[in-house]
């Protein structure tokens, strides 16, 4: 099955991607989905005044100690911001944390689009103040 994921305006480091020509670049299908949950993941909750919901609020979690509740409601919140895209497949999240310490945090996540038999794996790294987001 083949479905459209959307397609947006290419952004990078926070700024629009233009061609040499001086038009805007985009961002289609896989690539959308990924440029959307990037810019989502790394929001923090409410962040969108038109929204209300939108945002991940990873950021509450980077002065929070290592305990095995901070670590299942960091899970939680990584796996809910991931299914709140209505392009993910329900219930396809899964996250761990692989690292916590005094200075970063790694998670690895996984979720699958709809109608693509792939998941996407992330790897978010909350550190100094920043949360990235890769794709492995």
Partial sequence: MNVSLGTDIRIENGDFVTNPTGDL????????LVQDLKHMLRS?????????GWGAGLEQFLQKADTPL??????????????SDPRMQAGSA??????W?????????T????????????ILDLAGGDINVEVI
């Fill in 94 to 99: 899964a996250a761990t944390v692989i690292n």
């Fill in 111 to 122: 979720s699958t689009p709809i109608g693509d038999p792939n998941p996407l794996s992330l």
């Fill in 44 to 52: 923090p909750a409410d962040a969108l005044f038109l929204h209300p």
């Fill in 101 to 109: 310490d005094r200075d970063s945090i790694q998670v690895q996540a």
């Fill in 70 to 83: 901070n670590r299942l409601d960091l899970q939680q919140a990584v796996q809910e911001g991931l299914e």
């Fill in 25 to 32: 670049q985009l961002v289609s299908d896989r690539d959308c």
